[in-house]
């Protein structure tokens, strides 16, 4: 595995604090052992990981080239993880890690919003992907919240041919089934696939340190359980965690301790695809 940071901030809608998230993200880390209970694995005996480091001022002038010149030097490897971060991580990343292949790749993003506005922000990563490439139907969108987007921009976003699963499923149906459904729709060509995780889909008193969380969303548990279904697909080749606002956090750092967690899911996800 490979681990980059991508630390953008600049462009967001609610504005963000220019505080690494992706160096708190690698200190959380730290505070976790690498056993699974659940699978009586030690992930530091099945995984190598490479920390790259981070891309210098993602959002300034050259962030793309820098971005696309990081990425471009990672070796070759079953998963990439990126630390946001705000949403504008997922554009950078996912274009320097396609490249000329953009149209190959399938994109699944568990997120309470379409991130379908115009212009260029932490709002329109999947529009800008999509103008640059990306087939609108390999594109799945997890975890939708009602009252958190608009009209206009779900219209777009049904007429480029984007598929929606929203929050409300969750209700009824396991977070595994659906991270099922949403590789299927994603990966239906048989390419690669590059999974969002934006943590402001879980509940806002899960995620403090998300500005656009809102109460009602995802448990922890439910965020969990997607991440480790969802990457344990060998068609998953990148995953990024993104909107974490470290000044915002609660003073026991939950928001970014979940974060952590979603890397170490993510991880042990890798070592199921052998097993």
Excluded at 131 to 138: H, K, M, P, S, T
Excluded at 213 to 230: D, I, K, M, N, Q
Excluded at 234 to 243: C, F, G, N, S
Aim: with cysteine; net charge negative; glycine share 10%.
């Amino acid at each position: 595995m490979a681990v980059v940071g991508v630390p953008t901030y600049a462009t967001s809608v609610t504005p963000k604090s220019a505080r690494s998230t992706p160096a708190a993200l690698r200190e959380a880390l730290a505070r976790y052992s690498t056993w699974t209970t659940s699978d009586g694995r030690d992930l530091a005996e099945l995984v190598s990981v490479l920390d790259a480091g981070d891309v210098d001022d993602p959002d300034g002038e050259g962030g793309v080239e820098r971005t696309r010149a990081r990425c471009a030097s990672l070796p070759a490897c079953d998963l990439t993880v990126v630390l946001g971060g705000d949403n504008a991580a997922t554009w950078l990343a996912l274009s320097a890690l396609a490249g000329e292949r953009l149209g190959e790749f399938g994109l699944v993003t568990l997120d309470a919003h379409l991130d379908f506005r115009e212009g260029r922000s932490n709002g329109s990563p999947v529009r800008q992907l999509v103008e640059a490439g990306l087939v609108g139907a390999r594109v799945c969108q997890v975890g939708l919240a009602d009252f958190s987007n608009s009209a206009p921009y779900a219209a777009d976003a049904r007429a480029a041919g984007l598929h929606a699963i929203a929050r409300a499923r969750f209700y009824d149906e396991r977070p595994e089934d659906l991270a099922r459904e949403a590789l299927a729709r994603a990966g239906a060509h048989g390419g690669p696939v590059y999974v969002d995780v934006d943590l402001d889909v879980a509940d806002r008193a899960v995620v403090p340190g998300c500005p656009g969380a809102a109460p009602g969303g995802l448990s922890a548990a439910e965020v969990r359980r997607f991440v480790r279904e969802v990457a344990a697909s060998p068609q998953v080749v990148a995953l990024d965690v993104t909107e974490i606002d470290v000044e915002r956090d609660a003073p026991d750092g939950r928001t970014v301790r979940l974060g952590a967690l979603v890397v170490l899911e993510a991880i042990a996800a890798v070592t199921r695809r052998a097993a």
